[in-house]
């Protein structure tokens, strides 16, 4: 790669702040950044993967710290934060899903789950702006949607709101952010094997739904890299407002 685009892609100096690290996308994400230089901030609700995922990306001569966080609770959200100070970088990865028909589904796992996939992204958002703001800096808010914000699926309709509506919420963001240089874009995976849903994506519905997809093949999680880095970092310096849809050619299947 020539100096100049090397450097447009390097996140050397930055720090960046990744939610639901302790597994799947965002174990992922916080390994991805970390190798292009940023300091990485891995945050979850569960503490112990944490700490395994710090210790794998300083043996690989990253740098990171981490911070169990529940992205549901503002005053959490602020105290991490504040201990973190501003960000470059923020991934809103932090999501949860349930899969119950219209009939059926409950109050709880209605909140559940809009309250960590949209109203925890938007908290992070919220927050991490205005300290980018306060500070006078720019940065880079990447909020991780899915191509399910577009296209629909049964027995989950929590998770096709959520998705949805974070969708419509970064343009809305990136709207009024963009006079603080502050960049808010998504990023929309298809399916992605991850050791979270290995298991069903190997099953016969698994394999009946690869076979809905145009290059009949899942997206690994490096499939994203390049689309995480550009939003990253200077590369993507005129993207705002933008989705990424990495999803192997899903959204272009026919009906």
Known sequence: MQPYLAQLFAL???R???TGASSGLGWHFAQTLAAAGAEVIVTARRDA???ALVASIEASGGQARAFALDVTNRDDVCRVLDKVGPLDVLVNNAGVSDSQPVLDCEDGSWDRVINTNL????TMAQESARRMVAAR???SLINVTSILASRVAGAVCPYLAAKAGLAHLTRAMALELSRHDIRVNSLAPGYV???LNEAFLASDAGQRLRARIPARR???PADLDGALLLLASDAGRGMNGSEIVVDSGHLCSSL
């Open 119 to 122: 109203k925890g992204a938007w």
């Open 137 to 139: 800096q720019g940065g």
């Open 193 to 195: 094997v991850t050791d």
């Open 12 to 14: 050397d100096g930055r």
């Open 49 to 51: 993967p944490l700490q």
């Open 218 to 220: 899942f997206s690994q």
């Open 16 to 18: 960046a702040l990744v």
